[in-house]
């Protein structure tokens, strides 16, 4: 009888043990794990919506303006509005640093061209064009002009990522053609284009 005892004693033990066991290799999900889950997928960061960039003028001209960067479903909408500006064709560059305080805006670099491709129209194939390459904005006889196209090439993000560089106009006409910028003449107004406060 005491033999029987004993042996009931230690089998009770080990089912208790095994139980043990079990519970601690198999936790039930918690709702501080579901939380934590939730919140590792909303790290990822969101697309910047929109930029901007505020042209002034460098020394000897008069043109100013702003321009507008949204991000779309099929590129980057880029609008501008000037003034100040002489009227015809005025070469609009995208430059690959953000920095517009030489008097000639020298320090804004050359056009942003991460991809090592010529210089070309900005709606040339990509391997056809620099990234900062938007073409000429006109002017009318009123000295004011505007741009408004959605460009498939520059974002607000990734590699060919604009946030950050300096928009170019140039006194001249972009002849799309000339290498390593088109032949667009002095720069005219720089600005560093930066997002939007209001995203």
């Given at each position: ?10 089998m ?16 039930e999900p ?19 919506a ?25 590129g ?35 056009h ?5 491709t ?12 620099h ?14 002009g505007?741009?408004?196209?959605t460009?498939t ?14 928009v ?10 000339s ?21």
């Open positions: 009888m005491k033999t029987s005892l004993k042996n009931t004693g230690w009770a033990l080990l089912g208790s043990f095994m139980l043990f066991s079990a519970c601690t290799e198999n936790p918690t709702d501080t794990d579901d939380a934590t889950a939730t919140d590792s997928a909303r790290i990822e960061q969101p697309t910047p929109e930029a901007t960039a505020q042209l002034a003028p460098t020394e000897g001209f008069n043109a100013s303006g702003t321009v507008t960067f949204t991000q779309m479903g099929g980057v909408r880029v609008v501008a509005e000037v003034m100040g500006v002489p009227e015809g064709q005025h070469g609009f560059h995208i430059h690959e640093t953000g920095d517009c305080s030489a008097p000639d805006a020298g320090s804004a670099g050359g942003f061209n991460p991809t090592d010529p210089h070309g129209a900005p709606d040339n194939a990509v391997d056809q064009r990234v900062g390459d938007l073409g000429n904005l006109e002017a009318s006889a009123d000295s004011t505007t741009y408004d196209r460009d090439v520059i974002s607000l993000q990734g590699p060919n990522a604009i946030v950050g560089k300096a170019i106009l140039h006194a001249g006409a972009d002849d799309l053609t290498q390593p910028s088109g032949d667009a003449g002095d720069r005219m107004a720089c600005g560093v284009i930066e997002i939007s406060d209001t995203m």
